[in-house]
């Protein structure tokens, strides 16, 4: 069972940029893909990003499509969500998840099969 541990949330003013992390425990990480999602207060949990096994291919949510980057590095089994221009729409508990596949292309808004206990981002206006 994969063990995920996100990162790097904070309180940030609009405007400005955060980077998340997401450190997972299983030395198979390469065989996962990964996403990012996140729930605001109030609000039900919504898709942020996806990355494929290598890396090669991500998907975003409109929302965040231009101002989010997700990234991976197999080698230290983590995954990075590089978020600029921040607004106060993004504030919400960010969660990192992964789902095993084969493909090594796939990247999909879920189901995913493991999650992380979250990270409380907060912009303010």
């Known amino acids: 069972q994969v063990q995920l541990v996100e990162s790097g949330g904070g309180l940030v003013q609009a405007g400005g940029s955060l980077r998340l992390s997401c450190a997972a425990s299983?030395?198979?990480?390469?065989?996962?893909?990964m996403g990012w999602f996140r729930r605001a207060p109030g609000k039900e949990r919504e898709f942020v990003a996806a990355?494929?096994?290598?890396?090669?291919?991500?998907l975003y949510a409109d929302s965040v499509k231009g101002r989010f980057t997700i990234s991976r590095d197999n080698a230290k089994n983590t995954i990075y969500l590089q978020m600029n221009s921040l607004k106060p729409d993004d504030t919400a508990v960010y969660y990192c998840a992964a789902r095993w596949t084969t493909s090594v292309v796939s990247v999909v808004a879920g189901p995913y099969d493991y999650w992380g206990q979250g990270t409380q981002v907060t912009v303010s206006s």
């Open positions: 990355i494929s096994r290598r890396g090669g291919n991500t």
């Open positions: 299983d030395r198979t990480f390469s065989n996962y893909a």
